[in-house]
Nanobody, 124 residues
Framework: QVQLVESGGGLVQAGGSLRLSCAAS????????MGWFRQAPGKEREFVAA????????DFSDSVKGRFTISRDNAKNTVYLQMNSLKPEDTAVYYC?????????????????WGQGTQVTVSS
């Protein structure tokens, strides 16, 4: 069992930055791939970013590439999502999640554990 708790969401103006954190507890954090997803009202949950267990491999959706970065600190059991140059279309609830294998990082169905989400609102 893995428990995930996101934090760092909030209201920011377009062009601003936020850093989301996801603290994990339970089973060995360092062996899992971590992903960030988001869901806007009336839309499906979509992939944002992922990082492999060692931090060597990362991936981003086209919509955030070049603006967001993902990192992890396995000693602190925490993964981060640094979001820069935020746009109103980035407004959503952001979720972190855990999957066993990096090769499965794009699809929500392959993730075993999810956090409760944190709201990010970007005003124009």
């Amino acid at each position: 069992q893995v428990q995930l708790v996101e934090s760092g969401g909030g209201l920011v103006q377009a062009g601003g930055s936020l850093r989301l954190s996801c603290a994990a507890s339970g089973r060995t954090f360092g062996t899992y791939t971590m992903g960030w997803f988001r869901q806007a009202p009336g839309k499906e949950r979509e992939f944002v970013a992922a990082i492999s267990w060692g931090g060597v491999d990362t991936d981003f959706s086209d919509s955030v590439k070049g603006r967001f970065t993902i990192s992890r600190d396995n000693a602190k059991n925490t993964v981060y999502l640094q979001m820069n140059s935020l746009k109103p279309e980035d407004t959503a609830v952001y979720y972190c999640a855990v999957t066993r294998y990096y090769r499965n990082h794009l699809a929500p169905t392959f993730y075993d554990y999810w956090g409760q989400g944190t709201q990010v609102t970007v005003s124009s």
